[in-house]
């Protein structure tokens, strides 16, 4: 390269003085954590501390760190608000309307979280962090509303194709658990028999040899998700399709 041509070059340092409102923008993480429980899908909301907001509640969340990347910023997140380090979390989409935030231009990456709720207790004193069922949920502070619903229809699309349903179970389940949690993510009333063809088309699930105890019903085979796909965000395959 010639000395003229390297003259004209901008530097970093001019192009951030050229650029000064561009380097001024706010980034967030915001986590939808999911879980279920009572055969109801539900979220973990966080009552909002800004004034604009009072008496609404939000989605956990924080911006980022100048020495943070982003997926680093999304489980600080998860740990901060939750107490939980050690779960399932997707990236989902990012949120940038111009005025979703009233303190300034403020860019969002949500992400969703799937957890067990018996086996993972909260461990946080912040207040009023709480679940709260998702069918009952109609107005939430900033985009907040927005973001929920655009996570909820990604785990609708994943838990068609990918197991990763599982991750709102125990370790041990019957089939009647199992169909219960995808009539509440999918909103619909499946077909007993239907249902349990296309899982077991899938190939998901390990047969323990072991029985359900203390159920008010007829107690059913208990199963494990086989070794191979657990803690997997994504597994390749057919897709799961309901009549």
């Keep these: 390269m010639t000395e003229k041509a390297l003259q004209q070059l901008k530097t970093a340092e001019t192009e951030k003085i050229s650029h000064l409102d561009y380097f001024n923008i706010g980034i967030t993480v915001d986590c939808v954590i999911l879980g279920y429980e009572e055969k109801e899908l539900k979220v973990q909301l966080i009552k909002s501390d800004m004034q604009e907001y009072s008496g609404l509640y939000s989605l956990p969340g ?60 909260l461990q946080t004193d912040l207040n009023e962090l709480h679940w709260h069922p998702v069918n009952e949920i109609k107005k939430l502070a900033f985009d ?27 370790e041990k389940f019957s089939l009647r658990e199992l169909q219960e949690l995808y009539e509440a993510i999918l909103g619909v009333e499946l077909d007993r028999r239907n249902f349990r063809k296309k899982i077991s088309i899938k190939d998901w699930l390990l047969d323990i040899d072991e029985m359900e105890h203390n159920v008010p019903h007829r107690p059913g085979k208990l199963y494990m998700l086989k070794k191979q796909f657990r803690n997997k965000s994504v597994k390749t395959g057919a897709v799961l399709q309901f009549a």
Excluded: W
């Design 62 to 121: 924080d911006f980022i760190r100048p020495d943070e990347d982003l997926e680093a910023a999304s489980y600080r997140v998860l740990k901060e608000k939750t107490g939980l380090d050690d779960v399932y979390l997707e990236q989902v989409r990012t949120f940038g309307n111009i005025f979703r935030h009233p303190s300034g231009r403020v860019i969002t990456v949500a992400y969703y979280s799937l957890i067990d709720i018996k086996n993972h207790k």
């Design 144 to 170: 907040h509303k927005l973001i929920l619903d655009t996570c909820l229809h990604r785990l609708r699309q994943q838990v068609m194709e990918h197991p990763v349903i599982f991750n709102l179970l125990p």
